[in-house]
């Protein structure tokens, strides 16, 4: 499990001005709804570790803009910088072949979440609570 705390990575104190009502908000439902799925797929046998750098399974959580433009292949309209989309630590790469299941894919259409095509995400897992424009369940970022 996550909590709002993790998933703010001391960032709000670090950029109070580049924080909003919105993003919290934001990031209270995503937290929510990562713990649902974490849920899910711990019930199916699924482990989560805590990232070491982080202390938590969050590998990337709030990204306000300074640090999303100093993060190696983030996107310009990262749903990081908005609240809506967390990384989790995924070193084997287990969560996501879990995620590419059946029973994976219905926890995401059930939850409403959708994430980046696991190849282009090593390491970790990109969970966002909106679709990306392609409409995608399992996109390309
Ligand atoms: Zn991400």
């Given amino acids: 499990m996550i909590t709002v705390d993790d998933y703010f990575m001391g960032r709000r104190e670090q950029h109070p001005?580049?924080?909003?009502?919105?993003?919290?908000?934001?990031?209270?439902?995503?937290?929510?709804?990562?713990?649902?799925?974490?849920?899910?797929?711990?019930?199916?046998?699924?482990?989560?570790?805590?990232n070491p750098k982080t202390g938590s399974p969050v590998s990337s959580g709030w990204r306000p803009p300074a640090v999303n433009a100093a993060t190696k292949?983030?996107?310009t309209n990262s749903k990081h910088m908005?609240?809506?989309?967390?990384?989790?630590?995924?070193?084997?790469?287990?969560?996501?072949?879990?995620?590419?299941?059946e029973r994976g894919q219905q926890a995401l259409v059930d939850l409403g979440?959708?994430?980046e095509d696991p190849g282009a995400t090593a390491g970790w897992s990109h969970w966002q609570i909106v679709p990306p424009g392609s409409g995608r369940r399992v996109f390309h970022p």
Avoid: C, Q
């Avoid at 908005?82 to 299941?101: E, F, M, N, Q, R």
């Fill in 17 to 50: 001005l580049a924080l909003s009502t919105d993003i919290e908000r934001n990031a209270t439902r995503t937290v929510a709804v990562a713990n649902a799925l974490m849920a899910r797929a711990m019930g199916a046998g699924i482990h989560f570790d805590s």
């Fill in 73 to 75: 292949g983030a996107a």
């Fill in 82 to 101: 908005t609240g809506l989309a967390v990384d989790v630590y995924d070193p084997a790469g287990k969560i996501d072949a879990w995620l590419l299941s």
């Fill in 113 to 115: 979440v959708w994430i």
